[in-house]
């Protein structure tokens, strides 16, 4: 279909969603309704990380994720709302999550969508005020619609996304989306329980002056990441890293910048996870302009063999992520 025509700032979300259903003949309503309820669930995530220190919620729950993670509170009480809200609406037959070590099965094996999320990213940060956000990735199941959805439900591959996205609970909380075509940000208006677009069709500058790494780990970098990183500090760009990745990456896409997380020596395949990090930001990132990859491939085109699987992780400003790649082909010719 054409591009249809980007809707004023101060539309709602529900209005918006419509508006792009009826935009698209095929659309049959689920992935609205999908949405929908990842917005529900974001505003109940939202009142809860806004009063968490009021109820005690910040303090560490004494479970492990399955990444052997302290699971704050919040952590829990994310992951059992987004769980909540997908399998309530009925359009999700399966999900996988950051908590959980296996897929979760809602029961609604006639939901055609599964999606795999991380409900509070960077919830280290949680107990100090600092952002968090939750980040999901959407694809339509290839299996029978009907039957028991199965893991290769979620190894489809980064270009099998139908939408991906991110909320932010931040100085304000947004939620951020796309379906391939453009991606919108949306406000949430607690005073009115709505989402309110305030960000339409976002593009991202072509290149930047900050960049995001934890240069606690600079010694244990690839030499091309430390030639890079060389260059930013003689080019006296900004050093910004909250450490929440989704903070980071919404600071990086609208003002310009690029985030690395490179193999750690903690690390050796990157910290950041494939299938609900670097999937969907990587979707997100290519419909503003920017670029994903790790030293190998797009982010997109890397085959996905487990759930929790790891990659090393850069995305930012093209200019930005050309010159770093520029310095591994250097390395490698170097060698
Ligand atoms: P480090 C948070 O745990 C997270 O997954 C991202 O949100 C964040 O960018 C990164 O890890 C921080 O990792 O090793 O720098 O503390």
Do not use: W
């Not at 054409?2 to 508006?19: K, N, S």
């Not at 999320?117 to 939750?134: A, Y």
């Not at 139908?162 to 100085?171: D, E, K, N």
């Not at 690395?260 to 302009?289: M, Q």
């Amino acid at each position: 279909p054409a591009h249809p025509e980007v809707l004023p700032v101060g539309t709602t979300l529900d209005r918006y969603i419509m508006h792009r259903q009826h935009a698209f003949a095929f659309a049959t309503g689920e992935l609205s309704q999908l949405l929908r309820d990842i917005a529900l669930a974001g505003k109940i995530v939202h009142r809860e990380v806004n009063r968490a220190g009021l109820i005690d919620l910040t303090g560490e729950v004494g479970l492990q994720n399955v990444q052997g993670e302290a699971q704050q509170k919040l952590d829990v009480i994310a992951d059992v709302r987004f769980r909540r809200a997908l399998t309530n609406g009925k359009e999700v037959c399966a999900l996988i999550s950051e908590e959980e070590e296996g897929i979760l099965f809602t029961g609604h094996n006639n939901g055609k969508y599964v999606v795999a999320i991380d409900p509070l990213d960077g919830s280290s940060n949680i107990d100090v005020d600092v952002s968090i956000g939750t980040i999901f990735s959407i694809y339509r199941r290839i299996t029978p619609v009907g039957s028991e959805p199965s893991v290769e439900d979620f190894m489809q591959g980064g270009h099998e996304q139908v939408a991906a996205g991110y909320i932010l609970y931040g100085s304000s909380t947004m939620l951020v989306y796309t379906t391939g075509y453009s991606v919108n940000g949306f406000t949430y208006d607690a005073s009115l329980g709505e989402f309110i677009l305030s960000h339409p069709d976002i593009k991202s500058p072509k290149n930047g002056t900050i960049y995001s790494c934890n240069d606690g780990n600079l010694d244990s970098y690839d030499e091309a990441v430390k030639k890079y990183l060389t260059v930013c500090r003689q080019r006296q760009y900004s050093a910004r890293y909250i450490g929440s990745l989704v903070a980071d990456f919404h600071r990086n896409l609208l003002k310009g910048g690029i985030y690395l997380y490179p193999p750690t020596s903690k690390n050796p395949d990157g910290k950041l996870r494939l299938l609900y990090e670097c999937y969907p930001l990587a979707f997100l990132a290519g419909v503003t302009g920017c670029l994903a990859v790790n030293e190998q491939e797009a982010i997109l085109n890397i085959k996905p063999v487990s759930l929790h699987q790891r990659t090393p992780f850069y995305i930012g400003a093209p200019k930005m992520v050309d010159e770093l790649l520029e310095c591994y082909k250097n390395e490698k010719r170097a060698h």
